[in-house]
């Protein structure tokens, strides 16, 4: 089943999550967490590549502009084979190729260096108009999160986009209300985001991001003939409600006693899921 294969790989990849993250005993182990459906349903059902090549011409490009969020591609390219998971051991030490932010120079598999926030948009109009010149098929995925779209950046080059008529670019949006600042909507408000989208020449979405039917479902409905934007609304920690429920959840510290915990909870409440 389509939607089981896509669950399956995010269960996986939340466990990774919180292996990578104990080796540092903190991290941005909550955004991962929230948005590993979105990835899974990128890597396992939409994304085509050769996870022998990273390289390869025909691929589609997955551009992370949230380089903060590598703590969760690295679990989604593990779960590809893009990279061996027994190299996930060494996120955030001396010398890996995982480091904490997203580094397209180290990673196999890893497009650009993410951050400053707001400039991933921007390149990924860059790429789908210079594929579009090829003659290429390849698509090309953004995932940004609600923060930066407090960068005019990604506003011109939202609307950059639209004047191309870019068919062969989806941004996903991960809505998780909370940047470093604090709560999205105090630090500036976006909303009605899906309007501001769709002024802009948009085709828009809007879907629970932690149901992966819903995200399936919107990636069969996306557009060819104009740029198409998923907004996911999702929750930080998602999948373990100890951390679901931190109060600082942007950069998250996680005691040594409390891993375990994370892993019990996260493999109680898939088991509660039904196929």
């Given amino acids: 089943m389509r939607a089981q294969r896509v669950r399956d790989a995010a269960y996986r990849m939340r466990h990774h999550v919180l292996d990578m993250g104990e080796a540092q005993g903190q991290g941005y182990v909550g955004q991962a967490l929230g948005a590993a459906d979105m990835l899974a349903a990128v890597y396992v059902d939409q994304l085509t590549y050769r996870a022998e090549d990273p390289h390869w011409e025909g691929r589609d490009r997955f551009l992370l502009s949230t380089g903060h969020y590598a703590i969760g591609l690295y679990a989604a390219l593990a779960e590809a084979g893009i990279i061996g998971a027994d190299e996930l051991d060494s996120y955030g030490s001396d010398d890996s190729r995982l480091p904490m932010s997203g580094m397209a120079s180290y990673t196999p598999g890893m497009e650009i260096s993410g951050g400053s926030l707001g400039h991933g948009l921007t390149v990924a109009v860059g790429m789908a108009l210079g594929l579009r010149h090829q003659g290429s098929q390849a698509r090309v995925i953004n995932f940004l999160s609600d923060g930066e779209l407090d960068e005019g950046s990604t506003w011109e080059a939202a609307m950059g986009a639209s004047h191309h008529r870019l068919g062969n670019l989806v941004a996903m949006v991960d809505i998780n209300a909370l940047q470093a600042d604090g709560p999205t909507v105090g630090v500036l ?16 979405q809007r879907v629970d991001g932690n149901d992966v039917d819903a995200l399936l479902a919107a990636f069969d409905g996306i557009s060819t003939e104009q740029p198409s934007v998923i907004l996911c609304d999702t929750i930080i920690g ?13 950069f998250m510290r996680i005691d040594a006693d409390e891993w375990q915990i994370c892993r019990d909870q996260l493999t109680e409440g898939y088991r509660g899921v039904p196929a």
């Fill in 238 to 250: 998602r999948g373990v409600p100890m951390l679901e429920q931190r109060e600082k959840a942007h």
């Fill in 189 to 204: 408000r976006t909303e009605p985001v899906a309007d501001k989208w769709a002024a802009c020449g948009w085709h828009v």
